[in-house]
T-cell receptor, first 111, second 111 residues
């Protein structure tokens, strides 16, 4: 069936370093790729998203790249801060009924 | 109003109880979703309502019964739940088939 793989499952970086999380999807019809950040005990919050007609998108310290041919997309966080520590979920979707989340990456930023 | 609200925040119920979870959004979104999330796992899609009609039921047991009284409200009726149903239940909404905005969730414990 359709699925989204996400790596790594855990990531630990020093404050100020960059963090990269990668996702691969199987459904070639997917056309929308959001990234959510979920802090402990809180709701998932959208941090950045990308649509299939765009290869890269940046918002301050966060960027996402998409390679539709290879069916993978990545989240890049630069100049990491302790408040970036959270679980990050990627997702791939097509229409209302096809939203598939990756298994998540637990990011720890060490001061 | 750019929020999705959910009540109650916490719910403890016995296996013979009947209870309901409520979700509300005033963003004019046409799709609303119920997700179940276990600790350290991604949200699992349960139901999707599109234009107040149930469009997706991801093989959810009948002890979970969704209801969409109008375009702003979404309920999840619970009856005869099992301890393994204990989880965080998240509601989300979206305008088109892309960005989903999540509510804070209801932490459900089934004894």
């Amino acid at each position: 069936g359709e699925n989204v793989e996400q790596h790594p499952s855990t990531l630990s970086v020093q404050e100020g370093d960059s963090a990269v999380i990668k996702c691969t999807y199987s459904d070639s019809a997917s056309n929308y790729f959001p990234w959510y950040k979920q802090e402990l005990g809180k709701r998932p919050q959208l941090i950045i998203d990308i649509r299939s007609n765009v290869g890269e998108k940046k918002d301050q310290r966060i960027a996402v790249t998409l390679n539709k041919t290879a069916k993978h997309f990545s989240l890049h966080i630069t100049e990491t801060q302790p408040e970036d520590s959270a679980v990050y979920f990627c997702a791939a979707s097509f229409g209302y009924d096809k939203v598939i989340f990756g298994p998540g990456t637990s990011l720890s930023v060490i001061p | 109003d750019t929020e999705v609200t959910q009540t109650p925040k916490h719910l403890v119920m016995g296996m013979t109880n009947k209870k309901s979870l409520k979700c509300e959004q005033h963003m004019g979104h046409r799709a609303m979703y119920w997700y179940k999330q276990k600790a350290k796992k991604p949200p699992e899609l349960m139901f999707v309502y599109s234009y107040e009609k149930l469009s997706i039921n991801e093989s959810v047991p009948s002890r979970f019964s969704p209801e969409c009284p109008n375009s702003s409200l979404l309920n999840l009726h619970l009856h005869a739940l099992q301890p393994e149903d204990s989880a965080l239940y998240l509601c989300a909404s979206s305008q088109e088939a892309d960005t989903q905005y999540f509510g804070p969730g209801t932490r459900l414990t089934v004894l």
